[in-house]
């Protein structure tokens, strides 16, 4: 009358069925997603110069090139940048 798994499918714990199925089914994905999110981020890191990400040597060669600041203001900025 009653429908159970004990009998025809043997103890449920096999192939994915019961608790432990489900259990190790989540600690998969969860690792999966895991997984993705650090490559994600991983390959969206950007470059460093020597701690610093590279944008703030962009910006330093952007004000130089737009005339914002002079040639030893940018010399010395860089060099405390690569130090």
Do not use: C
């Amino acid at each position: 009358m009653w429908y159970s798994n004990w009998g025809h499918h043997g103890s449920g714990w096999s192939m994915g069925g019961g608790l432990l199925g489900m259990v190790l089914n989540l600690l998969i994905i969860i690792s999966l997603v895991y997984l993705a999110t650090r490559l994600f981020k991983h390959f969206r890191a950007r470059p460093k110069v020597n701690g610093y990400s590279s944008d703030h040597l962009q910006i330093l060669k952007r004000r130089f090139a737009n005339s914002e600041i002079d040639e030893e203001e940018f010399e010395k900025l860089r060099k405390n940048l690569e130090a």
